[in-house]
């Protein structure tokens, strides 16, 4: 059975940083497609960044322009994790945020974990 299991959100002020987590069992996240999606309130689901697996693209990332600069994806294969190092964050990066793995047409969801950027 595939799980991954996200951890690490919250409230952050304007400005501050926060890491998220994605630990995976039942998949190796070196094998897979590995991304960070996010959803507002009354908007679609938004990618904002991906990891591309070991082979045969050596971990390539991948970021959308809204968060370009600023968020990192990264990932531990000894942790079999994947990891969303935020920075700089603004009230409009509030949002549930979802961890997804995907290779062919196997594709896996994070349970999400809120983010909210507020003073």
């Known amino acids: 059975q595939v799980q991954l299991v996200q951890s690490g959100g919250g409230l952050v002020q304007p400005g501050g940083s926060l890491t998220l987590s994605c630990a995976a069992s039942g998949i190796m996240v070196s094998s897979y497609t590995m991304g960070w999606y996010r959803q507002a309130p009354g908007q679609q689901r938004e990618w904002l960044a991906t990891?591309?697996?070991?082979?045969?693209?050596?971990?390539?990332?991948n970021y959308a322009e809204s968060v370009k600069g600023r968020f990192t994806i990264s990932r531990d294969n000894a942790k079999n994790t994947v990891y969303l190092q935020m920075n700089s964050l603004k009230p409009d990066d509030t949002a549930v945020y979802y961890c997804?793995?995907?290779?062919?047409?196997?594709?896996?969801w994070g349970q999400g974990t809120q983010v909210t950027v507020s003073s």
């Open positions: 997804n793995g995907r290779m062919r047409s196997d594709a896996y």
């Open positions: 990891i591309i697996s070991d082979l045969p693209s050596s971990g390539s990332t």
